[in-house]
């Protein structure tokens, strides 16, 4: 609603898009507020990003799901958009495709682990491949002088009452994890095509 997810969708497209041969693409999932409630809400107008359709899914190879965080889950929206995959399920078009969640949260404790948690449900039904970033990231993952969003199982953020913007070793977590699961999706890709 405010920014941050797209922020961090950003730089995961740009890390996805650092490994040779990736090709990536930013989309939405369609708004299920009224203009009136997002207005009273004080949401600012919606990135460019195309809203996607449940069968677009099934042209991709691999998928990075971002959301804000609603009471320690994804929002109703991107739920409502899951729900809609019911025909993918049906005929395992998502089934061994690798997939990693990221996230945002209005607070510390706001969370970041659940979301991914009861997130990762949706992607065991379709038989999507959960790839965690873990403590790929290194160094940044144990940082304790700064405020930083994310864990294990994905790049994150804080987004306090909307106005604290990700940092920069957020953003730098977001471009890691595009670009582990770009690597991943393309290795996953040559063994299948051998």
């Known amino acids: 609603m405010y920014g941050h997810v797209e922020k961090l969708a950003q730089e995961i497209k740009k890390g996805a898009a650092s490994v040779e041969g990736i090709e990536v693409k930013i989309s939405q999932v369609p708004e299920t507020l009224p203009e009136e ?3 009273k809400m004080g949401a600012p107008p919606k990135t460019d990003a195309p809203i996607i359709t449940a069968d677009e899914l099934a042209m991709a190879d691999g998928f990075v799901f971002g959301f804000p965080t609603r009471f320690g889950m994804m929002p109703a929206q991107f739920k ?3 729900d ?3 025909g993918l399920w049906r005929t395992q078009q998502l089934a061994g495709k690798p997939a990693e969640i990221f996230y945002s949260t209005g607070s510390q404790g706001g969370g970041q682990e659940t979301t991914a948690l009861t997130a990762i449900t949706q992607l065991v039904h379709h038989g999507m491949i959960f790839v965690p970033i873990g403590y790929t ?8 002088e700064n405020v930083k969003g994310g864990s294990p199982y994905g790049a994150g953020t804080y987004a306090g009452d909307g106005s604290r913007q ?3 070793l957020e953003l730098d977590q977001a471009f890691h994890q595009g670009k582990y699961l770009a690597s991943i999706t393309k290795k996953l890709k040559k063994e299948q095509a051998a």
């Open 166 to 168: 990700p940092s920069q």
């Open 80 to 82: 409502a958009f899951l």
């Open 137 to 144: 990231f290194g160094a940044g993952m144990f940082e304790l």
């Open 37 to 39: 409630v997002l207005g």
């Open 84 to 86: 809609s995959t019911g």
